[in-house]
């Protein structure tokens, strides 16, 4: 029998790192409980599917936005993270300005380029859905409202990484718990007026605010308290650290294209190859079976940055012994996906009343597999992010990114929409099997050498 102790000796190593899987626990554990109150909730404030289908695609397309970050987010926490290590506050606070100030730039470019392009884009025909469902004015309304959440939010996002490297990773998620309580709470007490334009542009401007607001307020007391001595000032930009940034994270950001095609473009997918109503469906299916993916990444959140900090040490023992726990703990969670299946039914029942869907088999199991191969990916990638070996992780993405558009452009025709899943999991297949194999490769060559040097 696996006792606590043997967990906390091999996956923690430090009291800070499980405070803050304990910490991430129970805050995503609250907020998923809000998360699946928000569903039908969502389902009572639009009575057409086929606009819900709609409104949860164009989230999901402007979220897009985030990943042309290029890469800074992801460079800072692990450049942070060493600096903070070995309390070297001075080339910290130089990362933070150059960071903040790179990604100002990018934020304003970025904006300027989409608010033009966002005039002239036809977004009924992007979005698959009729003029006879949502005016053209009010969607183009909702989605210019949207897009200035997103661009606001990618601008504060930093604060996000800079918790990371604080090895805070419990936070990232309080805060995104409390923009899910912010948007429960509007759609609990507003009354839908039935117009659907009118309140297709409300739930927009509600739905940028409540993203926002969190990680502003969470800016400012990271900077009047944990972190005074490295407050973001133009004087502390510099170049090589700029670069630095930017060096490590290019190769997140194309990792981040990448991910998102194999993960967050499947609403446009479905949306613009079958119909929006099928998004619904999407939702309801992968809300379900990304529970236990969904605690697995909790878990896996202090990974990336303690790996990170245990690799500036040379602890590479260390990193071996928690890589075998994390594929324990993912083997766990392969089974509790698996185990949801035979209660599908009662579960939407009892989620959803009468508006629950007839449980699809076939799509249950191509759901719960795809979960498998997602927490797979998700136990992987922390760890080799932490190290910073990104090629094997470039060349699966690559592939399962080919694979998945030119499958699903072939064969959408003649299959159902449950085609964009399975591409999606054949695609991610050769990831799976090849990179535990280098990863392993790489440790235990790092562990003889430092043995060796040591």
């Not at 170049?239 to 490590?248: H, N």
């Not at 469906?281 to 697995?296: D, H, L, N, R």
Request: hydrophobic fraction near 55%; include cysteine.
């Amino acid at each position: 029998m696996i006792e606590f102790s043997d967990i906390k000796g091999k996956y923690i190593g430090n009291k800070n790192l499980i405070n803050n899987v304990l910490g991430s626990f129970l805050v995503r554990g609250f907020g998923f409980l809000v998360s699946f109150a928000l569903f039908p909730l969502y389902l009572n404030y639009f009575d057409d599917n086929t606009v819900l289908g709609c409104w949860f695609t164009m989230c999901s397309v402007l979220s897009w936005i985030q990943v042309f970050d290029l890469g800074i987010g992801n460079g800072l926490r692990n450049h942070l993270t060493a600096d903070l290590s070995l309390k070297n506050y001075e080339s910290a606070r130089q990362y933070i300005s150059s960071s903040y100030i790179l990604m100002g730039g990018v934020t304003v470019f970025i904006s300027f380029l989409a608010f033009i392009i966002s005039r002239y884009i036809d977004w009924n025909s992007v979005f698959n859905i009729s003029e006879q469902s949502i005016s053209p004015e009010s969607l183009r309304k909702g989605v210019v409202i949207a897009l200035c959440g997103v661009l606001c939010f990618f601008f504060l996002k930093l604060i996000i990484s800079i918790l990371y490297a604080l090895q805070k990773s419990a936070l990232p998620n309080f805060l995104n718990l409390l923009s899910t309580v912010l948007l429960l709470i509007f759609l609990w007490v507003y009354d839908p007026t039935g117009d659907v334009e009118r309140d297709f542009v409300t739930i927009s401007w509600v739905q940028a605010v409540t993203g926002c607001l969190p990680l502003l307020v969470a800016t400012i007391i990271v900077f009047a308290k944990d972190l005074k001595e490295c407050l973001p000032s133009f004087k502390y930009f510099r170049w090589d650290k700029a670069t630095g940034v930017l060096s490590l994270g290019i190769l997140f950001l194309v990792l981040q294209l990448l991910y998102m095609i194999i993960t967050v473009t499947n609403e446009f997918f479905i949306s613009y190859f079958f119909d929006p109503s099928f998004v619904v469906e999407y939702q309801i299916y992968i809300k379900i079976f990304s529970i236990a993916g969904t605690f697995v990444s909790l878990a896996l959140i202090p990974v990336w940055s303690a790996v990170t900090k245990a690799f500036v040490e040379k602890r590479y023992d260390w990193i071996i012994e928690l890589v075998r726990f994390l594929y324990f703990v993912a083997g766990i969670a392969v089974l509790f996906q698996l185990a949801i299946i035979p209660f599908l039914d009662p579960i939407l029942e009892f989620w959803l009343g009468e508006k629950a869907i007839e449980v699809n088999l076939s799509a249950a199991l191509l759901f719960a597999l795809l979960g498998c191969v997602m927490i797979w990916v998700s136990v992987l990638t922390s760890v080799v992010n932490g190290l910073g070996t990104l090629k094997c992780q470039l060349y699966g993405f690559l592939w399962a990114v080919l694979f998945k558009v030119v499958a699903i452009v072939l064969f959408s025709s003649w299959i159902p929409w449950t085609i964009v899943i399975t591409a999606t999991i054949v695609g991610l297949l050769p990831y799976c099997v090849w990179q535990p194999v280098v990863m392993n490769r790489q440790l235990k060559m790092l562990n003889k050498e430092a043995f060796q040097n040591g």
